[in-house]
């Protein structure tokens, strides 16, 4: 069996087994994960002695939901943030910050 052919086959069994790199989510059932946050909501990261925190600006004209997805720690709760505010959430190290999603 040609290489070529071993690697499709190898790429076929992954993608059978479901390992991935590419997060699971079935798009428009609602679930995390499936719509990004708009473009006027911002996030910055402060990293502290044993947190990380994310604080969400929202610079939108109206309220927004967001969730903050950590590696390494628990997701924040979905977040309604008003109109030109902003929140936070706060995860223990060791983490990574992964992004926002809509919910």
């Not at 086959?9 to 991935?20: D, I």
């Not at 990380?52 to 600006?57: G, S």
């Not at 967001?66 to 030109?84: E, F, G, N, T």
Request: hydrophobic share 45%; proline share 4%; net charge positive.
């Amino acid at each position: 069996m040609s290489i070529a052919r071993k690697l499709g086959v190898a790429a076929a069994a992954v993608t059978l087994l479901g390992v991935s790199n590419a997060p699971a989510f079935a798009a428009g059932t609602g679930e995390v994960g499936t719509q990004a946050v708009p473009s006027c909501v911002g996030v910055e990261i402060f990293t502290h002695t044993f947190t990380r925190e994310a604080v969400v600006m929202n610079n939108c004209s109206s309220s927004q939901r967001v969730k903050v997805l950590w590696a390494y720690a628990a997701d924040s709760s979905c977040m309604i943030i008003p109109a030109k505010s902003a929140r936070s959430d706060t995860a223990v190290k060791p983490n990574r910050f992964d992004g926002l999603v809509s919910c």
